[in-house]
Structures are given as C-alpha cells and as structure tokens.
C-alpha cells in the first residue's frame, strides 16, 4: 500500500503536518504526531503492514504489541480519509 | 478604475478598487507613499468565487473586499507574514490574539477587556489581524478587514500571548499545550491556496508556538471574566 497523492511534510512545534500537493486531494492537510510522521514517510513507498511494524520496532524502544496497535490505528486514520490505495 | 495605495502591515498595497468595496478601507489605511510594494486586484472571476463561498447574499463591493483579503493573504507568507482570524488587543505595547471559531465569543471578551481597561487597552483588529514576523519577534497590525465592530486600527503592537477562547459557565485560564496550539493555528489561520506558500505558513506558525504564552481562556460574558484573564496574562500589572 502507498499514499495516493503526494505531500510536503511540515514540522510544527511537536506536531507533524502533511500538506497535499496534489489539487484532487480532498484534504488540503493532515496533523498527526511523531509516530504519525514516521509511518506516514514510509507509505510515500509501496509498503506493507509488517515492514512498517517492524520498522517501526527498530526506530522505537517499544514492544511487539505497541506497534502494532499504533500501525493499525494510524493505518485506519489515513485509509478513513481515503488517501492510501492498496494495488500499486 | 481608481488604483490607491494602501498601508497594510507596514507594506504600501496597491488596490484597484474595481467593484466600489476597496474605498470604504478609510483615509487611515491610505499610504502617503504612491509607490506600491505590490498590488493586488480583483477580477469578476475572483468575484463569482467568492459568491460561491459566501452563504448569504452578497453585494460586489462586499465580495470584492473579501476578495481582496483573499488575494492579499495568499502573498503574505513569502513576505514572513500570515492573516489569522482573531481579535488582537495591545496593553502597554505588550499584544495579545484572542482567537476562537467564530462565534465562540472573541468580541464579547474583547469588549470586556475594553470595559476593563479602558484608555490603557487598544484594540488593533477585531477580525482579521496581520501577523508579520521579523528578526525581532512577532508584529501583530491592524488592518481593514476588522469584522461588524468596526475594530480597526493602523497600529501594530508586539505579540506575546496567543490565547484561545472557550465558552464556560466559569472563569478559567490555564496553559494550551503546544500540540493543541498547533491544531488551534490550523484552524484560525489563514490556508494559502498554494501548498509551498502554505508550507512557508507553517513554519511562521512554529514561530508563534514557539515564542508566544499560550493559554486557554474559559470565559462568561462578566466583568470578572476579563479580570481573570488579564490577571493571568499580563500579572495584573495594571492599575485598575
């Protein structure tokens, strides 16, 4: 799965912002956190869940189940908006 | 088609007055310097988009000041400045922004502090205030676009506090925390059409985050409201 359109990510304070470049994009832009911000950068790439969970295991001192919790959540955030296609 | 320049943000604007709605910016606002910074002017394309937008009826003249707010807006964060919605008040040369989604209460604070203060609180814009950002810190200005008050000043004064307003059967101030300041800007501040402008925007709403004292105003429509919160925001250092 990759992000459908393209962005500009902003740090604000200790916020993340993405801002879409793409005009057919519905949201103009999406606020998340630092975690957010990490997963976020991967899915610029074609990516699955586990490459994510574990990347995100070697960036982060965290374990197996937070992980996958935060990946799934933010997964759900970002398909919700409907700016992730899954055939790449 | 009269073409004035106009003395916004410390910049000499040039505004075509196209449609009747420019000239009612008033004398304050005209600049004795006719050699304009840049201009800014509105076409009948830029009109009918703005009728779009608006939810009731709308003179031209009305859409073409919104208009031009508009077209202005999207050119100030490549000259380090941002229109944000919100009521800016100066006491002592110390600024303050009071903002809020609207209708939350901004102007009834305002009034309150008004009340207060008297003589000693001038408020710079009601609406629709310029941030400009320097080396120095954060200029807020006044500007013509001030809301049905009337609240407009060609003053500026220097912006130290940010403050969100929240309707509250009791009077409260405590700190916003940045992560919620960052989600208060995005919805107050002015959204450039262009995504590398908006980018830029960002990075001068860091600037606020960053530099100003931000706080949470629970406010009622009493005098004590505005006695707690200027209390909590300048230390009281007033003599009332």
Not at chain 2, 215 to 230: L, M, Q, W
Request: aromatic share 10%.
């Amino acid at each position: 799965m990759k992000l459908k359109y393209n962005y500009l990510t902003n740090k604000v304070a200790d916020s993340f912002v993405a801002v879409s470049t793409d005009k057919i994009c519905e949201h103009k832009f999406i606020k998340f956190n630092e975690t957010g911000a990490f997963i976020f950068e991967m899915l610029k790439s074609d990516v699955t869940e586990d490459e994510i969970i574990s990347a995100l295991l070697k960036e982060y001192e965290i374990d197996n189940e937070t992980a996958k919790d935060s990946v799934r959540t933010f997964l759900k955030y970002v398909s919700d908006l409907g700016i992730i296609q899954y055939e790449c | 088609m009269k073409n004035t320049v106009y003395s916004i943000a410390g910049f000499n604007v040039e505004i075509k007055d196209n449609f009747g709605g420019i000239k009612s910016f008033g004398k304050k606002y005209i600049s004795p310097d006719k050699n304009a910074d840049f201009s800014v002017s509105v076409t009948k394309a830029d009109i009918i988009r703005e009728k779009e937008l608006c939810t009731s009826e709308c003179s031209a003249a009305y859409l073409e000041r919104a208009a031009a707010c508009r077209k202005l807006a999207n050119l100030l964060p490549e000259k380090d400045c941002m229109l944000i919605h919100g009521s800016v008040i100066d006491v002592n040369g110390i600024g303050t922004v009071f903002t809020a989604p609207s209708g939350t209460g901004k102007t009834t604070h305002t009034l309150l502090w008004k009340k207060l203060l008297g003589e000693k609180l001038t408020v710079i814009n009601g609406d629709k205030p310029i941030l400009r950002f320097t080396k120095d810190g954060i200029y807020a200005y006044g500007t013509p676009w001030c809301g049905k008050e009337g609240f407009s000043e060609n003053k500026y004064t220097r912006l130290k506090n940010l403050c969100l307003i929240k309707r509250s059967d009791t009077n409260r101030v405590y700190p916003l925390s940045r992560d919620e300041a960052v989600s208060v800007l995005l919805n107050e501040m002015f959204i450039p059409e262009d995504p590398y402008i908006f980018s830029k925007s960002l990075e001068l709403a860091d600037r606020i985050v960053s530099e100003c004292s931000l706080y949470t105003v629970e406010c009622n429509t009493d005098i004590e409201a505005a006695k707690i919160s200027h209390s909590a925001i300048y230390g009281g250092k007033e003599n009332l």
